[in-house]
C-alpha cells in the first residue's frame, strides 16, 4: 500500500479505483393514497442517491377484480359488457397512482426511475415482487390505521415488514 501511494506522490497516475458496485435498487410501494406518496417523497429527499446509481422502482399492487357471481344479489346481471368496464376502471385507478407517483420524482431528474405493475392481492405482490428483484430496501407509507382497523382490514405495511426478505422502511403519517 505504501509502494502505491509514493508512486501517485511522485505524479505518476495513481491506481485505478476499484469497480464501484452497482447502486442500490429501492421499491417504493404506491398506490392511489396521499400516504404512499408521502412516503416517495421522503425517500426521494432522504434515501435514494443519484450520484450513487439508484434505481427507484415505483410498484403498484392492482387489487384483483372480485369474481361475481352471474348475477348478483339485487338481481343484476354481470354481463361481460360490465365486468370490461370495471376492469378499465381499475386500469385508470392503477395509472393514476404510477402517473402521479411519475410526477412526483420528475422533480429529481437524475434519479433512475422504473414502474412496475402487478395485479394480486398487494401482501403478496409487494413481497414477490421485492424478492424476485432483489430489492435492497422496500419503503412504503403506513395509513396509521388504528388496532381494530387494523384487525379486521390487516396492515399492508405490517405483512411486508414481517414477510421481505430486504429491509423494509415505512414512513409513517407526521403527528398533527
Known amino acids: 500500500m505504501a509502494a502505491s501511494s509514493a508512486s501517485a506522490a511522485d505524479g505518476s497516475a495513481p491506481p485505478p479505483p476499484a469497480a464501484a458496485a452497482p447502486g442500490r435498487r429501492i421499491v417504493v410501494a ?23 446509481g439508484d434505481t427507484l422502482v415505483l410498484l ?20 361481460s359488457d360490465v365486468m370490461a368496464s370495471m376492469d378499465k376502471y381499475a386500469a385508470a385507478v392503477s395509472a393514476a397512482a404510477v402517473d402521479k407517483a ?10 433512475t426511475v422504473e414502474t412496475l405493475v402487478e395485479s394480486g392481492d398487494p401482501r403478496d405482490v409487494i413481497c414477490d415482487a421485492t424478492e424476485k428483484m ?7 407509507g403506513s395509513h396509521g390505521y ?16 414481517q414477510n421481505c426478505k430486504c429491509p423494509v422502511l415505512v414512513v409513517k403519517r407526521p403527528k398533527e
Open 102 to 111: 411519475k410526477h412526483i420524482c420528475a422533480a429529481f431528474p437524475h434519479v
Open 30 to 52: 404506491v398506490d392511489e393514497s396521499e400516504e404512499s406518496m408521502r412516503a416517495l417523497s421522503w425517500c426521494l429527499a432522504n434515501v435514494v442517491s443519484s450520484s450513487a
Open 146 to 161: 388504528g388496532l381494530i382497523q387494523r384487525t379486521f382490514l390487516g396492515s399492508v405495511s405490517n405483512h411486508c415488514a
Open 60 to 79: 403498484h399492487a392492482r387489487r384483483p377484480r372480485p369474481v361475481y357471481a352471474a348475477m348478483d344479489s339485487s338481481g343484476y346481471m354481470m354481463t
Open 134 to 140: 432483489a430489492a435492497d430496501l422496500l419503503v412504503m
